[in-house]
């Protein structure tokens, strides 16, 4: 039976995080929503945690893959869901956040929107909040930041058959890539909808360069200001670390 909702879950030697994770979805889990996990051959004890929650698990999938973005495509052809969602094994859903997207998904006009976002917050790895990321989609901004909280974003499963899958040259910024290939018509949710763990390799130089890489090769704005965002963004990176230590 066709879902509404698909939350695809990308998993490798997560047992730290992945049981906190999928209690969040388990404790709001409807007919509707459709769970798949999509496992690289780990070799800890996530597979363990995995068949701990197999009868509320839809989709099962444990092979050698090349990278995050590989499973998420993996993900999406084997996902019934109209709507499908990105969550990663150490974040997980705030209470009631699901019936925050039944509520919109219910009262919204849904003709033509590509992806709904919503908020997050941003926590410690003790779980400390430290502050709400996600602001609304807007083409100008997005195509100098990723601003949008993507782990929280539903995507219209019709986007996918428009734009097809995730650039697997990209290792660490191809849902940027991605969402940039097109002009979004976009919902937004004003609500934090997940806990999203700092610690990403999103926020790293790494991931502030291959962000850089993914502007260039979208010619999303000018080489020069390009440039200039990274440097801001590597200042900004050792700016939060020489806090942190102090």
Known sequence: MKKIISIIIATYNAEKTLERCLS?????????????????????????????????????????????????????????????????????LLVDS???????????????????????????????YLRVLGNPYNIKEFRRYMKISHGSTLHNRKLFDELG???????????????????????????????????GVSNTIRGLWESFKVKRYCKSIPLLLNVYYLIKGIIGYYMRKIKIIN
């Open 24 to 92: 969040s979805i388990v404790a709001q889990k409807k007919d509707q929503l459709e769970l798949l996990i999509i496992d690289g051959c780990s070799t800890d004890r996530t597979m363990d945690i995995v068949r701990n929650f197999a009868d509320s698990i839809d989709v099962v999938v444990s092979q050698t893959d090349k990278g995050i973005y590989d499973a998420w495509n993996k993900g999406i052809r084997l996902a019934t869901g109209k709507w499908i969602m990105f969550l990663g094994a150490d974040d997980y």
């Open 98 to 128: 699901m019936d925050v997207y039944w509520s919109y998904l219910t009262n919204h006009i849904l003709e033509g929107v590509d992806i709904i976002t919503a908020q997050s917050k941003l926590v410690d790895a003790k779980g400390k």
């Open 165 to 199: 899958d995730f650039n697997l040259s990209f290792k660490i910024c191809a849902d940027y890539e991605f969402l940039l290939r097109k002009n979004l018509n976009a919902g937004y949710i004003e609500t934090p909808t997940i806990a999203m763990q700092v610690g």
